[in-house]
T-cell receptor
């Protein structure tokens, strides 16, 4: 069975500072993908970043980077230079190559303080 | 980029009635679509996997007679909530898997309120 754990229900960060959102996962599959999505109050799921299980380098997308530690089964999201528009729910998700559906964590609510 | 639409974006219906939600892939074909449900302040939970031309696969605990799924074409899947009750009020999100790239894209979601 696949499991995603996000232990931070809520986080606060000062504008322009960096913040790390934690995510750990559990799977017996060897091939899988890890995703982070942002969900603002409108509800849409906005794709942020992807890391494949065989990727040796950490993924980066603009102000987003993924700190992938495979041995520890963690895939933390780092947001640099936080902006007020970053305030939203953030979900870590995993997709295996066998099932193809997403497994989501419980989410972290991020609030950026001016 | 690939776009998935959902219609309606929000709907209010009376208890006991049925409501249909559409999920369309606008610029790609999708043999597989997924339906998720999200209650307020909770995570997305997979309800069912919709396969074009065949019966949907439902997750444990999801009533297939209540949540009817039809995937009649490569660009459209529908979810019908039959005999809706207030506890069915939720945010329903679909995702569609591109038949060529296998990438998945989420729709914007449908907010259902049953009164």
């Amino acid at each position: 069975a696949q499991k995603i754990t996000q232990t931070q229900p809520g986080m606060f960060v000062q504008e322009k500072e960096a913040v790390t959102l934690d995510c750990t996962y559990d799977t017996s599959d060897q091939s899988y993908g890890l995703f982070w999505y942002k969900q603002p109050s409108s509800g849409e799921m906005i794709f942020l970043i992807y890391q494949g299980s065989y990727d040796e380098q950490n993924a980066t997308e603009g102000r987003y980077s993924l700190n992938f530690q495979k041995a520890r089964k963690s895939a933390n999201l780092v947001i640099s230079a936080s902006q007020l528009g970053d305030s939203a729910m953030y979900f870590c998700a995993m997709r295996t190559n066998t099932g193809n559906q997403f497994y989501f964590g419980t989410g972290t609510s991020l609030t950026v303080i001016p | 980029g690939a776009v998935v639409s959902q219609h309606p974006s929000w709907v209010i219906c009376k208890s006991g009635t049925s409501v249909k939600i559409e999920c369309r892939s606008l610029d790609f074909q999708a043999t597989t679509m997924f339906w998720y449900r999200q209650f307020p302040k909770q995570s997305l939970m997979l309800m069912a996997t919709s396969n074009e031309g065949s019966k949907a696969t439902y997750e444990q605990g999801v009533e297939k007679d209540k949540f009817l799924i039809n995937h009649a074409s490569l660009t459209l899947s529908t979810l019908t909530v039959t005999s809706a009750h207030p506890e069915d009020s939720s945010f329903y999100i679909c995702s569609a898997r591109d038949v060529n790239s296998y990438e998945q894209y989420f729709g914007p979601g449908t907010r259902l309120t049953v009164t």
